[in-house]
């Protein structure tokens, strides 16, 4: 996921990606309590663009603890989810045992990387808030191999935007440069408009496995205490990866400004972007 510490790349460089990915098994039941789900009309669009409806056989990649499989199950999708992290697998297992009875899910503890695909295709491979944690030379190629004819793959993205409670995030971010050393001065959240998918189009056009990629995009804002957004944080590979005292310092300067300057309470504005692409 794009990290709200505000740095000028959304996906972390390729030699920390695997242990960065790896922090969320830490704690899957924060994960599971703090990360939002996403809006009731992505899932209408993963039926009518990406084939993912009632009865169709769908190939979800890093499920987390099932924010979007709960609900595919429930609309009747039969989903086999990957998960790389054994905690966040059993979280999403316990999850779905309440909406089986309305599709049929497994959810598989490994990395899509070097699981076998089975010999019956998918008619959509999802991955949401996650394609980025893969492998780049493996997951278009992968997913194309996974999909039949005329399948699609549907990726989804969240972006931090700006909007919410503007004067808190610009005012954040002198925590992060005090604290996180890494962090680029005076660098602000971009406004939706200027945040597109054109790098993941190109990624997939490159493979000759897809066509034209499509795109919907949500925009939302969510209400946050003061503990609900330093638990947020908490699940955030940016956040666990610093050194103890540079992060309780971060989370500490935050948790002061939400409530010295603002009451106790932020919003903040999120950006949803489904791209999905049929495979040739």
Request: contains cysteine.
């Amino acid at each position: 996921m794009v990290l709200p510490r505000l740095t000028r790349d959304d996906r972390p460089a390729e030699a920390h990606r695997t242990a960065l990915s790896r922090t969320f098994d830490e704690d899957a039941e924060l994960y599971d309590r703090a990360r939002p789900g996403y809006p009731d009309r992505l899932y209408e669009d993963l039926a009518e663009l990406a084939g993912a409806r009632a009865g169709s056989r769908v190939l979800e990649l890093g499920c987390g603890t099932g924010q979007a499989t709960v609900p595919l199950v429930r609309r009747g999708c039969r989903v086999t989810a990957v998960e790389a992290g054994p905690r966040m697998a059993e979280v999403a297992r316990r999850n779905l045992a309440a909406a089986a009875a309305a599709g049929a899910a497994e959810v598989v503890t490994a990395g899509f990387e070097r699981w076998p695909l089975p010999a019956e295709p998918f008619d959509t491979v999802l991955a949401a808030t996650a394609f980025h944690w893969i492998d780049p030379a493996v997951r278009v190629p992968k997913a194309a191999g996974a999909l039949r004819p005329g399948g699609a793959l549907a990726v989804v993205r969240t972006q931090h935007v700006l909007g919410g409670t503007e004067e808190f995030f610009a005012a954040a971010q002198h925590c992060y440069e005090r604290f996180d050393p890494a962090t680029p001065p005076g660098l602000r959240l971009p406004p939706a408009d200027q945040v597109h998918g054109a790098d993941h189009a190109a990624e997939v056009a490159r493979s000759g496995r897809f066509g034209p990629t499509a795109f919907r995009r949500y925009e939302y804002e969510l209400e946050y205490s003061t503990a609900q957004y330093l638990d947020l944080l908490h699940t955030y590979s940016g956040h666990r990866a610093l050194p103890p005292a540079a992060r309780s310092g971060l989370l500490d300067c935050l948790a002061g400004l939400i409530d010295g300057r603002f009451g106790g309470r932020i919003a903040k504005r999120y950006l949803v972007e489904l791209a999905v692409s049929e495979r040739t």
